[in-house]
């Protein structure tokens, strides 16, 4: 990377084929893919799907001289820009020959290099959340007061955090608020796509990557949009595949591996443990990048590309930490967070709280019940989710028969019979 470059430099809008820092090809191939699955083309229609203008007007001038498009007709207006465009018979001909290399259409990709240059710079140094930022966030859970110094550190520093507990308690909602707020800090400027070694990776998801509408778009370079920070969630079904590249063999380009669309904002593994592929393989998979910052991904061509890890990443699992991974990986963990249970004063908070937010009236005697039959006799520890569910059947019982809902020693337990599952 080169000193004193900021973002701005790399945005810079480019005038020329040149200034793309691309294989022209691969701008000409785009654009015929486009005529070929589209047949008559203006250049504002071009303009919006590759985002290039200026190199547009090169491209244009060099195939219209090779005979592979012609002007089917102009729009009211007059002049090259307002020209509908078409292939002719040899421009057909080079356009399926386009089609069989790949099938991208759409925003014409940054070289790797400029958007590794562009993570660097905008992930460098501290976050600064500020601790009314965090405990504003948390403030919907019913938390011990001095929680939140352990979530802060761990969101300023980008730094990896694994979240631990009994189920039921709170680290998905946890893992929820702290994306969230992520996400509502300074946005992040991310390539659609990136070419690297003749190859397009499409890193835009629109699961994951929320456009931010800006003013002045033609001052900029169009491959690039300002997004909210990304948050990535992905649970029991994740595969180990989804770690690396992916190429899809119809439309002959690559996918970008989630751990890259999550670049600059959060990755969050819930159930972690729990995964199709073993902890151990995915911990494995984890050791480099978390350690050095950097990750490895292997086009099919056997080439290396060296990416940045600008993530934080967030592990989730109800299972023991120790039954999944060693002191090793551990080690590499900054951050190491337990999420218990509750304490009964605690989960009469919680419950007061649910009460509140359902319009349901609180009452003592109907709690006290609850209490003594369900969890005193029962044996049965308390859990943060407890209160919303019971309330929420209990409500739902109500409702179904048309009638106030209001909380009795005989419908918490109508509600706790459904709930629990009786051993």
């Known amino acids: 990377m080169q000193d004193n470059r900021t973002i701005n430099d790399i945005l810079t809008q480019p005038k020329s084929v040149e200034e793309l820092d691309i294989p022209q090809n691969i701008l000409i191939d785009i654009l015929l893919r486009l005529l070929y699955t589209e047949g008559y083309v203006d250049f504002k229609r071009m303009s919006q799907v590759m985002r290039v203008p200026h190199a547009l007007e090169q491209v244009l001038d060099w195939l219209r001289k090779e005979h592979l498009i012609e002007v089917s007709q102009s729009s009211t207006s007059y002049g090259p820009l307002n020209y509908i465009y078409k292939l002719t018979g040899a421009g057909e001909d080079r356009a399926r020959e386009a089609m069989d290399r790949c099938k991208y259409i759409g925003p014409v990709p940054v070289p ?6 562009a993570i660097e710079l905008q992930t460098t140094g501290p976050r600064m959340v500020k601790p009314a930022q965090v405990k504003d966030t948390l403030n919907e859970l019913v938390l011990p007061a001095e929680f939140h110094r352990k979530i802060g550190p761990a969101i300023n520093s980008a730094a990896s ?57 033609n001052q900029l370079d169009g491959r690039w949009g300002l997004f909210k920070r990304p948050s990535v969630v992905v649970g029991g079904e994740m595969r180990i595949e989804a770690l690396d590249l992916r190429w899809d063999p119809l439309a002959n380009f690559y996918e970008a591996p989630l751990q890259i669309k999550a670049n600059g904002g959060v990755f969050l593994i819930d159930d972690f443990g729990r995964q199709q592929a073993s902890p151990i393989e995915l911990l494995n998979r984890w050791i480099m990048p978390l350690e050095n910052g950097v990750d490895f991904l292997r086009l099919r061509t056997g080439q290396t590309l060296v990416i940045p890890f600008r993530a934080l990443i967030i592990f989730c699992t109800n299972l023991d930490p120790y039954n999944l991974a060693d002191e090793a990986f551990f080690r590499r963990i900054q951050m190491k967070v337990g999420i218990f249970t509750p304490d009964e004063a605690s989960y009469k908070q919680i419950f007061k709280r649910v009460c509140k937010q359902l319009g349901i009236y609180f009452d003592q005697e109907s709690y006290q019940h609850l209490i003594d039959r369900w969890y005193h006799q029962s044996d049965r520890p308390y859990q943060a989710v407890h209160p ?11 409702v179904y028969e048309e009638k106030a809902i209001y909380l009795s020693p005989e419908l918490i337990d109508e509600a706790c019979e459904i709930y629990f599952v009786k051993h």
């Open 112 to 117: 790797v290099n400029r958007y590794n240059e």
């Open 161 to 217: 955090l694994f979240l631990y507990g009994p189920p039921g308690n709170g680290k998905t909602t946890i893992s929820m608020q702290i994306s969230k707020l992520i996400s509502g800090t300074d946005p992040i400027w991310l390539p659609y796509a990136l070419t690297a070694g003749g190859q397009i990776i499409q890193i835009y998801d629109r699961l994951f990557h929320q456009e931010i509408e800006r003013e002045q778009k």
């Open 388 to 398: 919303r569910d019971i309330l929420t059947i209990l409500r739902a019982l109500c």
